[in-house]
């Protein structure tokens, strides 16, 4: 048994990272958090309420893109059961998992997040 829940969204960035997290902060009605522990290096963090998903911007290196983490307590468990739905790994990483979807979007597989774990989470057995 393990469970898991939506939680972020990654906005990915191929430009700067401060221009894009001020569009969005202004977007979106959320200020950047720059006291956050996850606001560092290439990520910027918006300030959300905690039972709002998290909303990060980050510079990358590939197409600017969005994609969502799905948050879990058991890693490999929640990666076998989106594998047996069709997604396929498209790197494991030292602390989360880079998924594909059958219909070609990437997601991330990710450790508990945010607070209030376990809850809007599904039980999955």
Known sequence: MHQSRLCALLIDCA????????????ALGRPIDP?????RGNYRMLETPPDEPIVQIQRVKHESRVHIDI?????SAEVARLEALGAKVVDRLE?????????GQRFCVVRVQRPG???NATRWD
């Open 35 to 39: 006291d956050h522990p996850g606001t």
């Open 71 to 75: 948050e879990t307590d058991n890693v």
């Open 117 to 119: 774990f376990p809850k």
């Open 95 to 103: 602390r989360w998992v880079v998924m594909q979807a059958p219909t």
């Open 15 to 26: 430009s700067d990272v401060d221009q894009a997290a001020q569009f969005w902060a202004e």
